[in-house]
């Protein structure tokens, strides 16, 4: 850490933090327009991490339940400035990487028949939708680095990810202590059972997220733009939170705060993605052949 000014902080230093890195404004932003989308969201809570067992606070988690099917968003604010902007470098995503799982919780028995395939032996199954069925495409460009590009005083190039990566580390462990509630989510619905999908987000102010693709070859491929949302994959499996087979978050989500809001928006009233992140069919088809 680099060493402390002995000056004290006085009330313009504080008002120029709050103006240039206040991570609780935008926290406080997106958690009031969720709200008005009718969502579902809390902030600023407490958990245990599931994987680590230390203890955490999450800046917000929002979601939506809409017939047997749910919506979890683990979300982390990171307060960035024009200056000193994220970039993120894509390539285009391979079959491997296109992926994303539900994970099914259905009661112990049939419950009177509601269940839509027979018995299982543990409370919830990982139901893996690929390729065609994945939110995510096989050829759509998808980042794969992560980085923070700055100059200093004498005109030199400064970049590093470190505050970053924090930050969407968070966002992981937040989704992974989702994962762990999600096999209980059967409880909450009328048929006993229910499949949820996991996204976890990084926001970052409007204006702070930059783009860059290549090819294959590691050619650039035009010049770097700036947008409001893209995706990251991390490929992150959790074993040790569903009984069977395990559940991977295949993706992060990177948003403005305009491109979460129109994330929101989706989750809140759009069938097509509810379509996209739950097909009928696959979802049945893959839990019955575990």
């Known amino acids: 850490m680099a ?3 002995e000056t004290p902080i ?3 230093d504080i008002r120029e933090f709050l103006a ?8 406080l932003a997106i958690y009031h327009q969720a709200k008005l ?3 579902e969201a809390t902030h600023g809570g407490n958990y245990e991490d599931p994987v680590t067992k230390k203890p955490r606070q999450y800046d917000l988690r929002v979601f939506r339940a809409h017939g047997d099917n749910r919506i979890d968003l683990a979300i982390e604010c990171k307060s960035l400035s024009p200056s000193f902007p994220l970039l993120i470098s894509r390539i285009r995503r391979i079959r491997d990487e296109s992926y994303h799982q539900v994970i099914w919780s259905h009661e112990d028995d ?3 028949g509601r269940l839509r395939v027979p018995r299982l032996d543990a409370n919830a199954r990982t139901a893996s939708l690929r390729n065609g069925d994945s939110l995510y495409p096989a050829g759509e460009f998808v980042g794969k680095a992560t980085t923070q590009i700055g100059r200093n005083a004498k005109g030199q190039f400064l970049s590093g ?7 969407w580390s968070q966002a992981l462990a937040s989704a992974a202590d989702l994962v762990f509630d999600a096999v209980k989510h059967y409880e909450d619905s009328e048929n006993g059972v229910c499949s949820t999908f996991i996204c976890p987000v990084l926001v970052v102010p409007d204006g702070t997220l930059w783009v860059v693709d290549y090819e294959d070859d590691g050619a650039v491929r035009g010049d770097p733009v700036q947008t409001n949302e893209t995706t990251v994959f991390v490929g992150r499996e959790y074993w040790e939170l569903v009984s069977h087979p395990g559940y991977a978050i295949s993706h992060l989500h990177f948003c403005t705060q305009s491109g979460i809001v129109a994330l929101l928006g989706r989750v809140a009233d759009d ?4 379509e996209k992140v739950f097909p009928v069919g696959p979802i049945l088809a893959s839990v019955a052949g575990d």
Do not use: H, N, Y
């Open 3 to 5: 060493k402390i000014s």
């Open 110 to 112: 049939d419950a009177g």
């Open 10 to 12: 006085g009330v313009a």
């Open 271 to 274: 069938p097509a993605l509810w």
């Open 20 to 27: 240039t890195q206040d991570d609780f404004a935008l926290e």
């Open 37 to 39: 989308l009718g969502l």
């Open 161 to 167: 990810d470190g505050q970053v990566f924090d930050k």
